[in-house]
């Protein structure tokens, strides 16, 4: 039984999921994809779990798909075939994901972090679209990173596959934020518990919101964002979250710091 290539851990409320594969830089492999996917799912699963962190252990992040696997695989037995499972995990996960990154991050490993809601990267981290360097198209992860960054800079880096850093990767929108590294995991600590002040599922159904495309029609559009929010306002968590700010007090689903 090989090692375990990603680590699950769930404390007041925050599921910790570590990407444990330095050897091969955090590689997508078959048994990290795996596991990943197992591991996505746990948090999601979990009713005490409000936020889920995705980080890592070793230099780098994620360098994307594992090359010595795809080396003379045919079409239908490529590992990328999974990945679209694992960004679908993180973009469509009714609880937020913070990516957490003290290394660089490549190709699939840039889809991933894209496809979380908030991402901190430390200053030294950095990024490339890199699949066209070796010959391949940069597809399954457009889905989720061009949405994120703005166009110019989606044309240029996806072309040229140059490397570039945290800073850049904040102006356009790939991450949220670049911190000092001796501050990465404190700003880490500061969205989650940002997070964890939202209701539940007032933090899914804004989540969903995010990701719609919008209607072309202002009139139906406006019909349909009034009757989501006038059920909220009327929900069990959205009276108490009225009531709890009448009376200057945390909501029941604020865990007492």
């Known amino acids: 039984m090989a090692d375990e290539l990603v680590h699950y851990s769930m404390k007041s409320g925050v599921a910790t999921i570590t990407l444990d594969s330095p050897y091969n830089r955090n590689a997508l492999s078959a048994q990290l994809r795996r596991e990943l996917r197992a591991s996505l799912a746990k ?3 979990e009713e005490a779990v409000r936020v889920i962190v995705l980080t890592h252990t070793g230099p780098v ?3 994307g798909m594992d ?3 795809a080396r003379g695989a045919g079409t239908d037995d490529q590992g990328v075939n999974e990945f679209p499972e694992i960004l679908q995990q993180i973009w469509h996960s009714p609880k937020p994901v913070v990516a957490r ?6 190709a699939g490993g840039v889809g991933m972090v894209a496809a979380c809601d908030i991402v901190v990267a430390a200053k030294e981290a950095t990024f490339a679209f890199s699949e066209v360097r070796i010959g391949v198209v940069p597809a399954v992860i457009s889905l989720v990173v061009l949405p994120r960054i703005a166009p110019r800079a989606a044309q240029e880096l996806f072309l040229t596959g140059e ?3 945290a800073e850049r990767a904040a102006s356009i929108g790939l991450i949220t934020a670049a911190a000092d590294a001796e501050k990465l995991d404190d700003e880490v600590a500061r969205y989650v518990r940002s997070l964890t002040l939202g209701g539940p599922q007032a933090l899914a159904a804004t989540k969903e919101l995010l990701a719609s495309p919008k209607p072309p029609n202002p ?3 406006f019909k349909a964002m009034n009757a989501l929010s006038a059920s909220f306002f009327a929900s069990e968590e959205g009276q108490e979250g009225i009531t709890a700010f009448a009376q200057k007090r945390q909501p029941n689903w604020v865990a007492a710091p």
């Open 219 to 221: 009139a139906a559009g």
């Open 61 to 63: 992040f994620c360098a």
């Open 67 to 69: 090359l010595k696997e």
């Open 163 to 165: 490397v570039f850093g």
């Open 43 to 45: 948090a999601q699963g």
């Open 101 to 106: 990154l003290a290394g660089p991050a490549r």
